[in-house]
């Protein structure tokens, strides 16, 4: 028991970044010679879309991908490309404005060489979406309130509370919940913020 108590005491570390809304410049000069300037890629809504068709020989300029926890897969289903379906599957890490992927597989042979190369983060001016979020609620345990703060994070929350069993209890913007009415027990609050939804357990005494 003074174990379980010992981790919901301390702070819930968010680790996974996001590629959501970012737009990059790609220099693929070294392995396409005549590329003049960097190309323009942005990631929104599960397609990575290019600014322009230079590279539509050797790769489609919109593509599917499927981004989870600092790993991506990438896909198009356009059957004029080889490799219709998974392009490659990488893991990925962001930092300061510079995204590097780490191959995992590269069912699709040469067209790798797009996600080898530096790419270089072109809209700083937004709220970085990729930061590490620790998300703090206390006091946990608690008797009445918890409260709910999440460092390098300014925007809107909604949290939901659910019981083990799943049944929703309240659904809040506030930061303070209120759980005064609730039986003693293990309970799940479901943090909803920026494009990110995570879940804490929470202990009322």
């Not at 323009?40 to 499927?66: E, H, Q, W």
């Not at 983060?121 to 918890?146: A, G, H, M, S, V």
């Not at 303070?176 to 909803?192: A, E, P, Q, R, T």
Request: charge should be negative; charged fraction near 20%; aromatic fraction near 14%.
């Amino acid at each position: 028991m003074r174990k379980l108590l010992f981790l919901f005491m301390f702070p819930v570390l968010v680790n996974s970044q996001s590629l959501q809304f970012t737009n990059w410049a790609v220099d693929l000069n070294l392995t396409v010679p005549f590329l003049v300037g960097p190309q323009n890629y942005s990631f929104g809504n599960d397609t990575l879309t290019a600014s322009s068709d230079s590279m539509i020989a050797y790769i489609p300029n919109k593509i599917l991908y499927n981004d989870s926890s600092n790993y991506i897969e990438f896909y198009t289903i356009d059957t004029i490309y080889q490799c219709a379906d998974i392009i490659g599957k990488y893991s990925y890490q962001i930092s300061n404005d510079s995204l590097i992927f780490n191959l995992i597989d590269d069912s699709c042979g040469h067209r790798n060489f797009l996600f080898t190369h530096n790419w270089a983060r072109t809209n700083t001016d937004i709220q970085n979406k990729y930061e590490k979020f620790t998300i703090k609620t206390f006091p946990n345990p608690t008797k009445e309130n918890i409260n709910i703060s999440i460092n390098n994070y300014n925007g809107k929350i909604q949290t939901e509370v659910f019981d083990l069993i799943g049944n929703r209890l309240q659904i809040t913007n506030e930061t303070i919940i209120n759980l005064s009415d609730y039986s003693k027990g293990i309970y799940i609050l479901k943090v909803g913020y920026g494009n990110r939804v995570e879940e804490v357990k929470v202990i009322k005494d």
